[in-house]
T-cell receptor, first 115, second 114 residues
Framework: AQSVAQPEDQVNVAEGNPLTVKCTYS??????LFWYVQYPNRGLQFLLK??????LVKGSYGFEAEFNKSQTSFHLKKPSALVSDSALYFC?????????????FGKGTKLSVKP | DSGVTQTPKHLITATGQRVTLRCSPR?????VYWYQQSLDQGLQFLIQ???????AKGNILERFSAQQFPDLHSELNLSSLELGDSALYFC?????????????FGDGTRLSIL
């Protein structure tokens, strides 16, 4: 069965410092991996995805993610955190089967950036 | 703004009742997905439609049903409601319905069962 794990419920970072939100996955076959962000009382917003190719994927709002096949990880990173980055972050994997696009989500990591 | 519209934003009802949640996908998107978000279960996929046809089914209860209409909007019907059905229900859409497609989420319908 496909699954995604986000080992940290919460990550605390000072503004201006680099941030990392961790994600590991378990899939059969090639993984299709995504990061989404959720602000309070809003739906999820797509940040970035990995399908194939370069292991470093760049996305919206200065975020990037590093795909590591040997460690089955897809960590979200940003060189310099902003207070406005505080939100709930979800890692997701696309379910197997070429015609099905439904996502399997991790439990989410709350990012708190303090001034 | 994702372009996905969900109505209503809030719904309060009682156990045993039936409700309908509506979703209008982003213009040009053919696939619609429904997800349930709750504190204990997290984000769970319920069902996917593509151009009017059911494409994938997840952890959707038999009391729940959905459909996608010719104009591509979708409705999620929840019946014989129980306290445990209280959750945030999201609709998402994508251009096509396969793997690797970014999904665009609405702001959800918050369902409260009293």
């Amino acid at each position: 069965a496909q699954s995604v794990a986000q080992p940290e419920d919460q990550v605390n970072v000072a503004e201006g410092n680099p941030l990392t939100v961790k994600c590991t996955y378990s899939v059969s076959g090639n993984p299709y991996l995504f990061w989404y962000v959720q602000y309070p009382n809003r739906g999820l917003q797509f940040l970035l995805k990995y399908i194939t190719g370069d292991n470093l994927v760049k996305g919206s709002y200065g975020f990037e993610a590093e795909f590591n096949k040997s460690q089955t990880s897809f960590h979200l990173k940003k060189p310099s955190a902003l207070v406005s980055d505080s939100a709930l972050y979800f890692c997701a994997v696309s379910a197997p089967g070429g015609s099905q696009g439904n996502l399997i989500f991790g439990k989410g990591t709350k990012l708190s950036v303090k001034p | 703004d994702s372009g996905v519209t969900q109505t209503p934003k809030h719904l309060i009802t009682a156990t045993g009742q039936r409700v309908t949640l509506r979703c209008s996908p982003r213009s040009g998107d053919l696939s619609v997905y429904w997800y349930q978000q709750s504190l204990d279960q997290g984000l769970q996929f319920l069902i996917q439609y593509y151009n009017g046809e059911e494409r994938a089914k997840g952890n959707i209860l038999e009391r729940f049903s959905a459909q996608q209409f010719p104009d591509l909007h979708s409705e999620l019907n929840l019946s014989s409601l129980e306290l445990g059905d209280s959750a945030l229900y999201f609709c998402a859409s994508s251009v096509q319905g396969g793997q690797g497609q970014p999904q665009h989420f609405g702001d959800g319908t918050r369902l409260s069962i009293l």
